[in-house]
C-alpha cells in the first residue's frame, strides 16, 4: 500500500514537486491498464473487423448497451472504493478490510443480477435498437456471452478500484496486460477457424472455432475469468495489508451500504443518463445504414485510446482526494484536485492532437472497407477539438468522488447529454448525417468541460461527501 504519510498527516504543505510527483506515480500505471483496456476492445474491433462491415456492425450497434452495463458495474466499485481510500487516509484499516469483505460479497449478488439481466434481454436489444435483420443474429450473440461474463467485468472492475484507492496501481496495471494477452490467445482460437498459417518461412496449422462475432466475446469473457481469479488470489493472499480470508464474516452492515448507495447512486444514474443517450444517438445512426454504423463505431473505438489516460489520471485524482479528505487535509484535497485536472487536461490535448492528424491510420487498423475508413476518420477529426475540455469533465469526477461529491455529477451529465448532444444531433442528422452525431458531441463535451471547470474552482464539492467522519 502505498503512503502518503509525508504529505496528508505531517501537517505542511507541500511543494509543487511533490504533488506532481504523488500525481504521476499513481497515473502512469493507471493509464498504462486504461490503455490495456482499452487496447482488448481494439484486438477484439480489428479481429472482428477482418470479417466485414456486417460483423463491425453487429458489435457497434450493442456497445452502448455494454458501455450502459459496465457503467453500473463501475458505480458500484467507486460506491465501495471511495471509501476505502477515505479509511486509508483515516489510518482506519479495520473498516477498510470491512468494506473490501463487503464489497466482494456485493460483487457476487450484484454481477449475477446484472449477468442475468443482460442474457435475459439480448435476444430483443437489436431489435430494440433498430438493426438491420442481417445482423442481429450475431449482435445477439455477442451481447449475451457478454453479458454472462458481467460477474467477471464487476470483479475486476471492483478489485481494480479497491487496489488504485489504496494507493496500489501497478497490480491492476500488470493484471490487466495479462487480460490483453489471455484475450488475444482466446480471440484467435474462438473468431477463426482451423487454419494453415505461413510463420517464418514454415506452414503452421493452427487449430480454430470458427465463430465469429460470438467468439470475440467468449475470449474476452474467458480472459475476464482468468484474470478474475488472479485478483482474488491477491486479495486472499498473505502479506495483503487489508487481507480478506475465508473464515472471515461476510455480512453487509448498514453505514457501508448507505454510503456506497450514496456514493455509487448518483454515479450510476450519471452512467445511466450519458448511456441512454448514446444508445439514443446509437438508433439515430442505425438509421444511416450499416457502413454509418460500422464507421460510428470504429471511431467511438479509436477515440477510446485518446481519452482513456484521462480515466487513469481521475482514478489518481480518487485517490489522492479520497485519502486527503480522509486525514481532514482538505486544503490538499484541492491542491491533489487541481493539479490532476492540470495534468489531465495537458495529456488529452496531446493525444486529440495525434488523433486529429492520424484518424485514417487509427480506422484504417480496423477495416480494410475504404468508404467506412472515410467516414470514420471524418468524424474523428471533429471530436479531436474537444478532447481538453473533455479531460476537464473526467479528471474533475474523479476528484469529486474521492470526495464523495456525486450528485452533482450527475445532474451536469444529465443536463449536457439530453440538453445539449441530443437536441444538436436530431437538429443536423438531417443536413449532415453521421458527422451530426459528432458536432454534438463535440459542443456537449467542450460545455460540460467549463461546467466541471467551475465547480472545481468553487470548492463546493468538498463539503459533501466525507464518509468517516459521518459512520
Known sequence: MVSFSALLQN???PTRREEISAVLSLSWPAIIQQLMLTLVQYIDTAMVGSLGPNATAAVGVVSSSVWLFNGLLGAAAVGFSVQVAQYVGAGDRESAKDVVRQSLLFNVFFGLFMGGLAAGISFFLPGWLGAEEAIRGDASAYFLIVGCSMPFLLAINLMSSLLRCMGDTRTPMAYNI???VFNTIFNFLFIYPSRTVSLLGAQVWLPGAGMGVAGAALGSALASLVVTLLFLRKF???GFPLQVRLTDKFRFTRRCLSSMVRIGFPQAMAQSAQCIAQIAVTVLVAGLGTQAVAANSLAVTAEALCYQPGYGVATAATTLVGQAIGANRRDMAVRFARCSTAMGAAIMACTGLLMFLFAEPLIGMFTPDAEVMRLGASVLR??????????????????????????WSFFANLLSMWGIRLPIALLLIGSLGLASVWVAMCCELCLKGLLFLWRLRSNRWLTSGTIVSSV
Not at 479531460?391 to 469529486?400: E, K, L, P
Request: glycine share 12%; net charge negative; proline share 3%.
Open 11 to 13: 501537517g505542511r504543505t
Open 178 to 180: 495479462m487480460l490483453n
Open 236 to 238: 486472499f493472499s498473505q
Open 382 to 407: 471533429i471530436e479531436a477539438f474537444a478532447e481538453p475540455l473533455f479531460a476537464v469533465s473526467i479528471v474533475a469526477t474523479g476528484a469529486f468522488s474521492g470526495a464523495g461529491d456525486t450528485r
